[in-house]
Each structure stands twice: as structure tokens, then as C-alpha cells.
């Protein structure tokens, strides 16, 4: 058995239905597949849960924190929902353009970081929030993008 | 059992009563009114109310309500389309949604004239389009398999397949991916849909999104006809539809029989039609001549032929039966040989037993049952697919589903189905012995054939003498192309002087006959067939055999032995059921046939225990693979779902052998050995071995498994 | 009226996310106080207390546990809704950042009173932070042996705003693609794994402890007869001060908006108010002068929502806002039901035209029926949350709607606060399959 089979197993036990630990298992498989899921994953996670790989790529697909194409080694999200977008997400998400090289939904050349617009992201009084690695940063203006993308290419 | 409390529900004005809690999709059908719908369908489980197509108005609730998820109560009023305008206009609404991006490409889609969209926006959609915009496009067709093309742009994602694949099947192999507008029925990284269930989505697909890539683009639905018969491909006797024209067979599907097969068919039922025109197919009878090989040969001649064959036998006859013959077949070939020849010997496919008539319940009692006790080590879904998805049912209302006869919950039963499937069940008596025994509420065997019962109880019918084994054997007839094929039957062959084999193929018999007569399939039969629970089924030609059927030859040979045959099913039936069916006349057999008690059966007859398989191996159990045998091997769509060579076996062997799924394995006995994959099955008892018979060899009893 | 903390007692003064903090100020003492009554007196209790639910529908707490079907031989759960996703709402997560204690207090007491032993605290996957702090509360108070019987599971969802709606969750929950049901079965009789469940919001749950402290009297002696108690408002858009506030219910938004807020912010002009989160019908600058509580809102022709304004200044164009709201729910439509799936897409399309300029008058009337033939027909309220705005919009702000068909393009020339503004749906990473093009 893998690792993450049993890992897998340990997390499905805690729950009623081991089908409830379908979310938990494959944020597991993606974490330890550098922040993605591939076939393997789904495969992998259906075995340790009895359940088909179709079965969990459908559910990985219906939720946008997986991912089903390779991602960089870092992830930078700005929301530009309407109280974000409202002070000027969209002059953040271009600051982001210039400084990265690359469109929303893409990944820097080196692999190292994908940039994304989200979707609100919860920090609606702290605008514009940006998330990096998951870690909300708050009231980012445009001046601020440089600094963060230095910091996290050197994290 | 009290009858169901009844309520007064009103509909468009209209009371009507039925019992509380019925749907109100049916009440409304109750009192004559339709309610429209896509995504409702009962057999999948409940209401998902998806689609949005039934929404009425229901009296005390503001807003407009989908009513396929609702049930009547006492004094609920609703109001369709027929009269609120507001249901009219949600109606309307909903329709128009579905049609923003559905491509309406009709003259050329399959489903077009057969398709609800179709009717539903006939009957209460718009007549204009207000979307101007590009429609959405999608790559199509997918091939979901080889017999299943999915067009995307023309899903209107009312998740019956996929519902289909989850809730009733339990294959978990058809899904809905993405989310939103994005959403689209897939498999997994675009792998075929290969389950033995998966064509009953191309019937519950409301659209042209799922289609069969053997139907496609062969007709429209005004130049067909839908002729009622059963399946003959295996015990269920599952009833059909085959959708003919110009006298061809081009599709068949479903004709719900409620306590037979709920409307759901497997895939050989469903795609295995095609075998009617495989290129081998036998159109003229053929006559082995020295040196030369197989020659065709006029029927007069071939009647010549077997004539002198019969006669130069001088009684010393065999007949190995299919078990696929019709009643009235089988009861022909029996007269004529046993009344007409004295030839009184007959190897049957498997043995039978009317025991098993005391305990005859419909198989839809399996989804009532409180424990279902699955026996006999092949698994159900490769000998009778339908009673596999009666146990899931089952299983999903709450069933106990065990695989012992000594099990616990087997004692503590209130309504216990017992089920045989599998070597030694002494064909039924064993599992009439133990519904005898434990008090269960009903008990099925699963045969090997689809009327193996039926050709037995007839063979048995046609004379009343008895007579010796011939040896040697002057003369054996082989029925049909299972008994052609079985290994056991040629054994004899290579026994006798001489070998007729009546066969649909070339290649079955060629190597071995003397005279071979085309066969004709279940599909261009007329008669009856009896199914496992011992119902008595008619059968009717769908299409026109390129030789005359079997029964048409027999009558004409029994002339010629001054037996007197009518070459009618009709006539032949007459006379036989007085014998075995009660004077049963044909004409009521029915199109959806009831299942007739027996008010008495005979006790069952057990051998003492049998010699266990010598030696300490593992005990293998040989089957035949439900997509495997002559008609499957001819069909091109069903290639795909042949058995793979493996060997399966319990985690228990696995785990002692340390031999995991996948594994590259020895199986062997008796100095001889195979090669085959390892796959570790859950639900398989601790030394036990199964490997389908295709990929068996010549192995058999005990075997021994390494890496 | 006016700032009354409850909810977020204390947690100025004290790091509350530490038991004995928690503790120090009176934490888990209403946990016995609330298990020496019976689950009958309890529930009675929370029903005379008439705490409407926080999440969006208002729904009365006590009401809801009352329908609990406690006979069923079924284990009984509660279900937190800790999937705070409407745009605007952002108060769950100071909760559970700040005071977790209090939730994990009320989910002890709600347990006792349905009889369950058993609560899921379903949080939205992007609240890491959050999800670590109130994971280890919830460690830390079941190592104290605070739990008793019961026990308390923090559970991660994965990026789906639908998984807020309550039937989604329990889908998403049971490890399902989080789409909502048909109701009936209602959650009470038939909830998570088919068993009578109880789903209320953090906030809900986070405040029932004051109301076993206060009693039914003195809780209802906190904010109006009909919306008693707090409710923490989140402010956001463009105002000075935007932030979380707790204000007795009642308050008026003008003082939440100017004297709480600051005002606008930069001396723009307020020109909307969408109250509740951004499903909701907008207000107008005019319409400011309310009570924010249940009623009065609802009295105007929007909701109490999630208690989440977005303000918005003069500089917005509305269509802009239409679009990019309407955006978010096509992204977020589940794709079940028909309207909301194929409508919300042609709105997107509709107002994309009209954006252009390349609408005609039309096209205008076209949306305005699309939205009337989404509005009540889907299978749960996202398809409504699409519509009240932009219904909203069109009905305070036509003319601006009229003056892109008649200017041939957006009257703001480029200088609208959402400009150009992307939206994820406007990125397709997501999707494996391939859309080939038209």
C-alpha cells in the first residue's frame, strides 16, 4: 500500500461515509503531486476510497481549488470580485501582467508561479486581497505587486 | 396487506384520488393530463428536479414548483400549463433554455421523430429563437465506446445517464465533469463506457446526445417497426423491441416488463443483434464431400441427405441440444427423432429441475427481499446480467446481500431470496433443497441457456417411450451453434459415424460435419421460450432468416418418416401444451407474459455429496463470460467487453500467495499450466479460483496459483 | 441602536482563539448551564428567542431546530455553514479567526438541544488561515473535555460558492459534486446521509451562547422586536472605513455607511447600496435612510441577505456591474437546473453586448425577460441571486443601460471604476474538455 493510500484510509475512518473524505484525499494528492491532479491521482484516490476514477475527476472538476492541468510551484490569485474590482483589482491584476509576463490563468515560463483571477475571495473590507500560496494579503495596490512577486519567487 | 390510504389531489380542475404519496407526475397521468418532463425518471431513484420541465403551480406555494419531486397530499390543488398561465409561461421559460444552445440539427440527428425535446417543444415551447448568439460548440461525437457516440452540444444535462450509471447500474462509470455551463457527461480521461449495463443510457437519453454508433444514420422513426419479442442471449428472457426495416434488424431495445427486467437490457441483449448478419453466417446448407471439403447444396437435397443420414442410423441416434432452440423446436426435433426413429437419446446443455417450480416468484420479488443469498461462486452479472441489477436494487433498499447459506441473517429472514449461480446446483434442485430447508421466501437458478428448461421439459413431451444408449453411435445431430461449440458434444462427434449439425456459421462445425443445416437465430423465430423463473415467453420474428427456419425443415424431414408436424409455432404449440403448459392456448402467452404458478413441483432429487476436488489446491470455477460465445464474437461493438485472461481470486489466496491485481501468474493443475493476470476480488470466497472458459484452456478442478 | 459587540465580545482585549482567554471571560460556562435543560426546554428557549438565521434567508434558529425529527433512530447531526462565499460577506471568517471558541460554544449547545452528537463545521477551502485557527480550538477544547460525547469536525470544502447554499453543502459533505436537491426532504427530516440534520451559519451559531447568558428576555432586548440581537456588517466598495462592524439590529445603514464607515471614500458620490452580499436588489443613494434589520430592508424591495453592503460611487458603470456580477454566478451556477445554467450564460452574453455598444433598445427588453423567465424557476435560490441585481440595475439605473445602446458604447468612456475588470470565467484552466470554435 502507498503511503497516500494509507493516508487516505486513516483520513476516511474519522468520517461516517469514507465518500466524505473524497475532498480530503485529493487536496492530498495534489499537494503531494506539486499542486495538481493527473490521471494517476484519480486513480489512486479511487482505489484508497472504492471508488471509480471517473468518480473523482468528476468531483475534483465541479471544485476550483483542484487543478487538472500542471500548475506552478507557486500560486498568486487576485480577487477581482465587485468590492475588490470596485478599488481597483484590475490595475492590480495588470501590475501582476507586467511583472509576471504572463495572462490570468497562466504560468510563468520558469514554472514557477500561476496567476490567477478568483473569484471572492472573503477579504471584501480589505480590498484588493490577493492570495499567494493560499495566505490572504490585504489592501494590495498596484505599487505593492512588485515586492510580493520578489517575495515569493524567493520563498 | 391494507390498502394504501387514498387522498383527492386537483389537477387543471379536475379531482382526482389516489393513494397518498403517489408522484404527482402519475396523478396527473391519473386524471388524463400530461405533465412534461426530462430529467424524471422513477427506476433511476428519486426525483432530481433538474430540468425544470414540469413546473406548475401549486396551490399555498408562490412560486412556481417543479412537481416530479412532489407527492400528493390530501387537498393539494395544481395547476399545468393547461390551465395557469404562469405554468404555461415556466414551461415555455424552460424550454427555451434548453434550446439556447442546443444545436436543432433534427433532420439529421437519430433521436429526431422518437425525440421528447422534440415533442415537448412541439407541445409547449417557443416557436422563434431570441438567442442570436454563437451557440456553444463542442468536439463531437465522443466516442464514449465503441457502441456508444456522445454529442455534447445536443446534451441537455438532465443527468439520467449518468444517474443511470451511479444509482442503477453502480458502475460509477458515466459522470457529469465541470460545473455550470461548462458541465458535460464524460468518462473518465475519455476511456470507453465499458460496463454490461452501459447502453440503457442511449435509451434514456431524452435527445440525440447519446446514440448507438450501430443505429446511427440507418433510419427514421416513420420508416420502422417496432416488433415485441424477448431476448434469447441468455436466462433472463428480458423483453424487447427490435426496431426493424426493409426486414433487417437495426436496433433493439427495451419493452419493460416490471417484473422481468424493469426496461433496462444489457449490452449482448442490446447490441448483440448484429450477429444476424455476420459475414460467416450460413445461408445454404452445406454437404462435406471427400477430398473437396464443404459443398453447397440445394434443400431438396439436403432433405435427401439427412433423410439417408437418419435412416442410415438405423436408430442408433444422438441429438445434442442448445438450450437456445424454441419450445416448439425442441418438442419438433424430439418428435420427429424419438417418434419417427426410436431415437430416444439426448445430450442436454445442462440439467434441470421442475423442483425449483414450488418456489417460482417473479424476479422483481429479489428488490422486496430482506436478505439475498447470492451462491455458487460465478458471478450473476456474466450468466443472468438483469438479476445482478435486481440484487443491487435490493441491496440500495436496505438487503442484507450474503454469500452463504449458513449466514446469520439467513435465519433471522422475513422475505429471503435465495439465488444459485454457479457448478453443482444439480440445476435447481440444490437451491429449491434449501429453500425448502431454510423457509426462504423464493429461490432462482441460473442456468446456463436461455430456454434450457423450456428445450427439456419439450424434448420429454414428444414421446412417451424410452429406449437404450446407442453405442456405437450411427448418427449425431448437433441443435444449434452452443452445442456445436461445446467441447463435450465434439467429444461425441469424434465417436460417431456420422454428424449433422444445424449452425448460423461457418467455421463451428466445418472441420467435423457431414451435413450442415443453416441455423437461425432467437430473432427470426417465432415460438416461446421459458426463462429462469420458469415464465413462459413468446418470442416472434423480427427478421427474415436467409434460410428457412428450423422448424419449416423438421416438419417437411417428419413427412418424409410419416410423423405428422405442422411447420407453425401456433400448431406445434397446441399440441404440446396440453403436455406441459396446461392446454395453454398461444395466443395467451402474452406480450408481456405472466409468470404461472404451480401448484405443485417435485421434491428434489440430490446425488449424495458429490467427490470434493481432490488434492489441497484452489477449487476453479469455470464460466462463460457474459460477452463471449458465437453471437458476441460476431459482433464488432461488443469486441471491447471480452473477458480479459485473468485469473481471479479472494484477497485471502491473494494475500497468502502475495499476489496483488495486476500480477503476472502461473495457474496450473495437473502438470499443465497457464499464464494469466491476477485480479483480487473482495467478494470471492476463500478458496475458490475463477477464470472465464475462454481463457481456461484445459484447466479444471483444483489449481494452484503462484507468481 | 448602533455598535454593540456580542458576537466579537472581547476579542479587542484578548487573543480569544486561546481557551483559557476564552474561559477568562466567562467561555463554555453557558455549555451546562444549556445541558442541565432538556432538549425540549432548549429548543423552546431558542424558538422564544426568535434568532433569525445569519446566512441569508433568515430563517428563525429555534424554528429550525424545533422541525428536527429527534425520534428518528438515526444519528442527528449539525451541520455550521462556515462556506462564506457571497461576495461582500466577510464576518465568518473574523469569527473564526477571532473567536472561534464561541462558535465551537454554540455548536455544544445546539448539538444538545437536537440530540446530536455529531457537528461538521464545513469552512470554505480558501480560509486557510482560518480553517488552522479554529482546528486547533476545536483540538484544544476537545482535549480539555469540554466535547462530552460530542464530537466536532472541521471540514474543508474545495471552491464552489454553491456549497453555501445548505443542500449543496450536505452534497459536498457526503463527498459529492456540491449540488443542491430537490426539497422535500427538508434537512430536518432528511439531511446529511439521509438523516435529520440541523445547517445554520457561524453567526448564528457563534450567538447562541449570549442567548443562553441573557435568556430569551434580555437577548431580545438587543436590537428590534422582530430582529433581535447583533449582527456583525460587513462594509465594503467604496467607502472610507470599510470593514466589520457589530451593530444592534435596527441600526440605520446611513449611520453604518457615514459615521461607522467614514462615508465615501475620495468625496465621491454615493450612487448604490447592494445591501445584503451581491445577490440582492440594489438600493439608491436615496433609498439609504433604513433600518438594517429583516423587515425594513425587505420592506424596500431587497434583503437582510448576509449583512454585507457593497457601496458603490458614482464612478461604476451598472452595466459594468451587471456584467461582472453576473459573471460570478454563471462561474458558480452548479449546473443542475436549467435556467440557471443556460440563463445566467445568455445574460453574460446580453450584457456583454450591450457593454460593447452593440446592443440594440431590444436587447435591452430581451434581458430584462430572460432575467423575468430565470427568476423563481431554478432548482435553488442561485438562479434568484443572479437576477436581483441586474433586475435591480436595470429598473434605478435603465437609462444608463439605454445610454450604451444610444452612445454606441459604455457613456464612461473608458473612466468606470470596473473597467475592463476580469473575471475567472474569462479564463479557461479549469476545463479539460476541449471547446472547439464556432
Given at each position: 500500500?502507498?503511503?497516500?493510500?494509507?493516508?487516505?484510509?486513516?483520513?476516511?475512518?474519522?468520517?461516517?461515509?469514507?465518500?466524505?473524505?473524497?475532498?480530503?484525499?485529493?487536496?492530498?494528492?495534489?499537494?503531494?503531486?506539486?499542486?495538481?491532479?493527473t490521471s494517476e491521482s484519480f486513480v489512486q484516490v479511487g482505489e484508497a476510497l472504492g471508488l471509480t476514477p471517473a468518480y473523482c475527476q468528476a468531483v475534483a472538476s465541479f471544485y476550483d481549488m483542484f487543478h487538472l492541468a500542471p500548475v506552478g510551484r507557486h500560486t498568486v490569485e487576485v480577487c477581482t470580485n465587485l468590492s475588490c474590482a470596485l478599488v481597483g483589482a484590475q490595475q492590480v491584476v495588470e501590475a501582476f501582467e507586467t511583472e509576471l509576463g504572463v495572462a490570468p490563468g497562466e504560468t510563468t515560463e520558469d514554472g514557477e508561479i500561476t496567476f490567477r483571477a478568483v473569484e471572492c475571495l472573503g477579504g471584501c473590507g480589505y480590498a484588493t486581497v490577493v492570495a499567494v500560496d493560499n495566505r490572504y494579503r490585504h489592501f494590495v495596490k498596484p505599487e505593492d505587486v512588485p515586492a510580493i512577486v520578489e517575495d515569493v519567487r524567493g520563498a | 396487506m391494507s390498502s394504501p390510504e387514498l387522498v383527492t389531489v386537483t389537477i387543471d380542475d379536475r379531482p382526482v384520488q389516489v393513494p397518498k404519496g403517489l408522484g404527482i407526475v402519475e396523478a396527473a397521468l391519473a386524471a388524463g393530463i400530461e405533465i412534461p418532463v426530462f430529467c424524471y425518471e422513477p427506476r433511476l431513484g428519486p426525483p432530481v428536479g433538474a430540468c425544470r420541465m414540469c413546473l406548475c403551480e401549486v396551490q399555498g406555494m408562490p412560486k412556481l414548483q417543479a412537481v416530479c419531486t412532489m407527492t400528493a397530499q390530501d387537498g393539494m390543488v395544481v395547476r399545468t400549463a393547461q390551465t395557469s398561465e404562469k405554468a404555461a409561461d415556466g414551461q415555455n421559460a424552460t424550454l427555451e433554455f434548453i434550446l439556447v444552445n442546443h444545436p436543432l440539427d433534427c433532420p439529421v440527428c437519430d433521436k429526431g421523430g422518437e425525440c421528447p425535446l422534440q415533442d415537448l417543444t412541439f407541445r409547449w415551447g417557443?416557436?422563434?429563437?431570441?438567442?442570436?448568439?454563437?451557440k456553444r460548440t463542442l468536439e463531437k461525437p465522443i466516442p464514449v465506446s465503441p457502441a456508444i457516440a456522445l454529442d455534447r452540444e445536443r446534451c441537455i444535462l438532465c443527468y439520467r445517464c449518468t444517474r443511470f450509471s451511479e444509482a442503477v447500474a453502480e458502475d460509477g462509470q458515466l459522470v457529469a465533469q465541470n460545473r455550470?455551463?461548462?458541465?458535460?457527461?464524460?468518462?473518465?480521461?475519455?476511456?470507453?463506457?465499458?460496463?454490461?449495463?452501459?447502453?440503457?443510457?442511449?435509451?434514456?437519453?431524452p435527445v440525440g446526445a447519446l446514440t448507438s454508433t450501430q443505429y446511427r444514420f440507418e433510419a427514421r422513426p416513420w420508416e420502422i417497426q417496432n416488433v415485441p419479442s424477448v431476448c434469447g442471449l441468455c436466462p433472463v428472457g428480458c423483453n424487447i423491441s427490435a426496431t426493424t426495416r426493409e426486414g433487417k434488424v437495426k436496433r433493439v431495445v427495451s419493452r419493460n416488463h416490471p417484473e422481468v427486467d424493469e426496461g433496462w437490457l444489457c449490452d449482448k441483449g442490446r447490441f448483440g443483434f448484429t450477429h444476424l448478419n455476420a459475414r460467416d453466417r450460413i445461408a445454404d446448407p452445406l454437404r462435406r464431400v471427400r477430398r473437396r471439403g464443404l459443398e453447397e447444396l440445394s434443400w431438396d437435397d439436403a432433405l435427401d441427405e439427412a433423410e439417408r443420414l437418419l435412416r442410415g442410423a438405423e436408430g442408433r441416434i444422438v441429438t445434442a441440444l442448445s438450450g437456445s432452440e424454441t419450445v416448439e423446436q425442441a418438442y419438433a426435433l424430439g418428435k420427429l427423432l424419438r417418434a419417427g426413429l426410436d431415437a430416444h437419446t439426448a445430450v442436454f446443455p445442462e440439467q434441470t429441475s421442475a423442483a425449483l417450480d414450488a418456489h417460482r416468484l417473479p424476479l422483481s420479488s429479489i428488490a422486496q427481499a430482506d436478505v439475498v443469498a447470492v451462491l455458487g461462486d460465478v458471478p450473476v452479472v456474466e450468466r443472468a446480467p438483469i438479476v445482478d441489477l435486481w440484487i443491487k436494487q435490493a441491496k440500495r433498499s436496505g438487503a442484507h446481500v450474503v454469500s452463504s447459506p449458513d449466514d446469520e441473517a439467513l435465519a433471522g429472514a422475513e422475505r429471503a431470496v435465495l439465488i444459485w449461480c454457479g457448478p453443482d446446483g444439480e440445476g435447481g434442485a440444490r437451491v429449491a433443497d434449501l429453500a425448502q430447508r431454510?423457509?426462504?421466501?423464493?429461490a432462482f437458478y441460473l442456468p446456463e441457456t436461455p430456454n434450457g428448461r423450456g428445450v427439456c421439459d419439450a424434448w420429454a413431451a414428444a414421446d412417451d417411450a424410452e429406449g437404450p444408449d446407442p453405442e456405437p453411435i450411427g448418427l449425431l445431430v448437433v441443435s444449434g451453434d452452443e452445442a456445436a461449440a461445446d467441447p463435450n458434444v465434439r467429444a461425441l462427434a469424434e465417436r460417431a459415424e456420422h454428424v449433422i449439425v444445424t449452425s448460423m456459421f461457418h467455421g463451428l462445425a466445418a472441420g467435423w460435419a457431414d451435413l450442415i443445416l443453416p441455423g437461425t437465430s432467437y430473432l427470426e423465430r417465432d415460438g416461446t421460450y421459458v426463462n429462469l423463473e420458469g415464465r413462459l415467453q413468446r418470442l416472434r420474428r423480427t427478421a427474415i432468416p436467409p434460410a428457412p427456419d428450423e422448424l419449416a425443415w423438421i416438419s417437411r424431414l417428419a413427412e418424409r418418416f410419416g410423423v405428422e408436424l405442422a411447420p407453425y409455432p401456433s400448431a406445434v404449440f397446441a399440441e404440446l401444451s396440453g403436455r406441459i403448459y396446461d392446454g395453454l392456448p398461444f395466443g395467451e402467452v402474452g406480450e408481456h407474459a405472466e409468470l404461472r404458478t404451480r401448484s405443485e413441483a417435485p421434491a428434489p432429487v440430490l446425488p449424495g455429496e458429490g467427490p470434493s476436488p481432490k488434492g489441497k489446491g484452489l477449487r476453479l470455477v469455470r464460466y462463460k463470460a457474459l460477452f463471449s460465445g458465437p453471437a458476441v464474437e460476431r459482433v464488432p461493438e461488443l469486441q471491447f467487453q471480452r473477458p480479459a485472461a485473468e485469473v481471479e481470486l479472494s484477497a485471502e489466496d491473494a494475500e497468502k500467495r502475495k499476489i496483488a491485481s495486476g500480477d503476472a501468474v502461473r495457474v496450473s493443475h495437473n502438470g499443465t499450466s497457464l499464464e494469466l493476470r491476477a485480479r483480487v476480488k473482495r467478494d470471492l470466497r476463500a478458496g475458490v479460483v475463477r477464470i472465464p472458459a475462454e481463457h481456461a484452456g484445459d484447466l479444471g478442478g483444483s489449481v494452484e496459483v503462484a507468481k | 441602536m448602533g455598535l454593540k459587540t456580542m458576537l466579537l465580545a472581547g476579542a479587542d482585549e484578548r487573543d480569544l482563539t486561546k481557551l483559557g482567554e476564552y474561559q477568562a471571560i466567562g467561555g463554555y460556562e453557558q455549555v451546562p448551564k444549556a445541558r442541565a435543560m432538556s432538549s425540549d426546554d432548549l429548543i423552546a428557549l431558542l424558538q422564544a428567542a426568535n434568532l433569525r438565521g445569519r446566512g441569508g434567508a433568515g430563517f428563525p434558529m429555534g424554528?429550525?431546530?424545533?422541525?428536527?425529527?429527534?425520534?428518528?433512530?438515526?444519528?442527528?447531526?449539525?451541520?455550521?455553514?462556515?462556506?462564506?462565499?457571497?461576495?461582500?460577506?466577510?464576518?465568518?471568517r473574523q469569527v473564526m479567526a477571532q473567536v472561534p471558541h464561541r462558535l465551537i460554544e454554540g455548536c455544544l449547545i445546539t448539538a444538545h438541544a437536537i440530540e446530536s452528537q455529531d457537528v461538521f463545521i464545513y469552512i470554505r477551502g480558501e480560509y486557510l488561515t482560518e480553517y488552522e485557527v479554529l482546528q486547533r480550538a476545536v483540538d484544544e477544547a476537545r482535549a480539555a473535555g469540554i466535547f462530552g460525547d460530542i464530537e466536532v469536525t472541521v471540514y474543508r470544502g474545495a471552491g464552489a460558492y454553491i456549497c453555501g447554499e445548505e443542500t449543496a453543502l450536505l452534497d459536498s459533505l457526503e463527498g459529492r459534486r456540491g449540488q443542491p436537491r430537490p426539497r422535500p426532504p427538508f434537512p430536518p427530516i432528511q439531511g446529511l446521509y439521509a438523516a435529520p440534520t440541523q445547517i445554520n451559519n457561524v453567526c448564528t451559531i457563534a450567538t447562541v451562547p449570549a442567548i443562553i447568558e441573557l435568556g430569551p428576555d434580555g437577548f431580545a432586548n438587543v436590537g428590534t422586536p422582530g430582529s433581535p440581537g447583533t449582527?456583525?456588517?460587513?462594509?465594503?466598495?467604496?467607502?472610507?472605513?470599510?470593514?466589520?462592524?457589530?451593530?444592534?439590529?435596527?441600526?440605520?445603514?446611513?449611520?453604518?455607511?457615514?459615521?461607522?464607515?467614514g462615508g465615501i471614500a475620495g468625496g465621491h458620490q454615493l450612487k448604490a447600496v447592494i445591501p445584503g452580499g451581491s445577490s440582492v436588489p440594489a438600493l439608491s443613494a436615496q433609498q439609504i435612510d433604513v433600518p438594517l434589520d429583516y423587515d425594513s430592508l425587505g420592506a424596500i424591495g431587497t434583503f437582510f441577505g448576509a449583512a454585507s453592503l457593497i457601496v458603490v460611487d458614482e464612478r461604476c458603470c451598472m452595466v459594468q456591474l451587471a456584467l461582472r456580477s453576473t459573471k460570478f454566478y454563471m462561474h458558480e451556477s452548479c449546473g443542475k437546473c436549467t435556467p440557471c445554467r443556460e440563463g445566467t450564460?445568455?445574460?453574460?452574453?446580453?450584457?456583454?453586448?450591450?457593454?460593447?455598444?452593440?446592443?440594440?433598445?431590444?436587447?435591452?427588453?430581451?434581458?430584462?425577460?430572460?432575467?423575468?423567465?430565470i427568476l423563481g424557476k431554478s432548482l435553488c435560490a442561485l438562479g434568484d441571486f443572479a437576477v436581483y441585481p441586474v433586475s435591480s440595475y436595470l429598473e434605478k439605473w435603465g437609462e444608463e443601460f439605454v445610454a450604451h445602446v444610444e452612445h454606441g458604447g459604455c457613456p464612461y468612456g473608458g473612466e468606470s471604476s470596473l473597467e475592463r475588470i476580469f473575471a475567472p470565467s474569462d479564463q479557461h484552466t479549469h476545463s479539460p474538455v476541449a471547446q472547439v470554435p464556432a
Open positions: 500500500m502507498s503511503s497516500l493510500t494509507a493516508e487516505i484510509r486513516e483520513i476516511a475512518a474519522r468520517y461516517p461515509d469514507s465518500r466524505t473524505a473524497i475532498l480530503p484525499a485529493l487536496r492530498l494528492a495534489q499537494e503531494q503531486n506539486g499542486g495538481w491532479l | 417557443p416557436g422563434n429563437t431570441r438567442m442570436e448568439f454563437e455550470g455551463a461548462s458541465s458535460v457527461i464524460a468518462t473518465f480521461d475519455d476511456q470507453p463506457y465499458r460496463a454490461p449495463f452501459s447502453g440503457n443510457v442511449i435509451e434514456l437519453c431454510t423457509g426462504a421466501a423464493g | 424554528r429550525k431546530a424545533s422541525l428536527i425529527d429527534r425520534k428518528s433512530p438515526k444519528p442527528k447531526y449539525l451541520v455550521v455553514n462556515a462556506d462564506e462565499s457571497e461576495p461582500g460577506a466577510f464576518k465568518d449582527v456583525i456588517f460587513s462594509i465594503s466598495g467604496n467607502v472610507e472605513k470599510p470593514g466589520n462592524y457589530e451593530l444592534e439590529l435596527g441600526t440605520s445603514m446611513r449611520e453604518l455607511i457615514y459615521t461607522h464607515a450564460r445568455w445574460m453574460v452574453q446580453l450584457l456583454e453586448k450591450i457593454e460593447a455598444g452593440d446592443a440594440e433598445l431590444s436587447d435591452v427588453d430581451l434581458l430584462r425577460n430572460v432575467c423575468s423567465r
